[in-house]
Each structure stands twice: as structure tokens, then as C-alpha cells.
Nanobody, 122 residues
Framework: QVQLVESGGGLVQAGGSLRLSCAASGRTFSRYAMAWFRQAPGKEREFVADITWTGGRTTYADSVKGRFTISRDVAKNTVYLQMNSLKPEDTAVYYC???????????????WGQGTQVTVSS
């Protein structure tokens, strides 16, 4: 069974930075794609960024391009989300997700972590 455990959330002022981590276990992830999603209060969960485990190909939501960077450490089975120039509208619970087929479609992300809260104050 795949387990995803997020960490690194917290409270930060606008303009600041945070790095989220997602420790993955339970499988060999070579065919997987990994992603970060977020959900703000009263809003639907939205895509933030994804990365292929092999090759490290990435995509980003327009709202975070140029500010956020997704990466992975294959040896540590960990995915990261470096968030810079944070804005109050980035406030949300951030979730790590895994797609075992590497297709990178929303419906393919079948494994989810429990989330970590990010709060950006103005």
C-alpha cells in the first residue's frame, strides 16, 4: 500500500518561502507521477504541480509558475515543493498525490497524503 506523508507547512509572511516534503513508501515508484494539489477554504481542490518519477518532467499551474518548484529525490523517495514569493492567496491545505500509471491526469491520482496547512499572512 502506498503511503504519502507531507511535512513542512506553516505560517509565513507574504513574500516568504516554504519547502514542503512528501515522503513516499510502499512501492517502487519508477513508473509513477507525483503531484501537489491544494485546497483553500470553500474552494475545490486544485492542481499545483507534478513531476514524473523517472525523467523528472514537470508541469505547473499558471498561478504558481515562476514561484514554485517541484522536485524529487529518488534515493530518498521524497518529493518536494519549494514555494517562493508566497502570497496570501496561496493559503491552503497542500496535498501530495501519486499516479501509479504516470499519466498525469487528475483522475489517475489515486493515492493521497493527509495534507499540510500553509498559511500566508499579508
Amino acid at each position: 500500500q502506498v503511503q504519502l506523508v507531507e511535512s513542512g507547512g506553516g505560517l509565513v509572511q507574504a513574500g516568504g518561502s516554504l519547502r514542503l516534503s512528501c515522503a513516499a513508501s510502499g512501492r517502487t515508484f519508477s513508473r509513477y507521477a507525483m503531484a501537489w494539489f491544494r485546497q483553500a477554504p470553500g474552494k475545490e481542490r486544485e492542481f499545483v504541480a507534478d513531476i514524473t518519477w523517472t525523467g523528472g518532467r514537470t508541469t505547473y499551474a499558471d498561478s504558481v509558475k515562476g514561484r514554485f518548484t517541484i522536485s524529487r529525490d529518488v534515493a530518498k523517495n521524497t518529493v518536494y515543493l519549494q514555494m517562493n514569493s508566497l502570497k496570501p492567496e496561496d493559503t491552503a491545505v497542500y496535498y501530495c498525490a501519486a499516479d501509479p500509471n504516470g499519466v498525469r491526469l487528475r483522475k489517475e491520482y489515486v493515492y493521497w497524503g493527509q495534507g499540510t496547512q500553509v498559511t500566508v499572512s499579508s
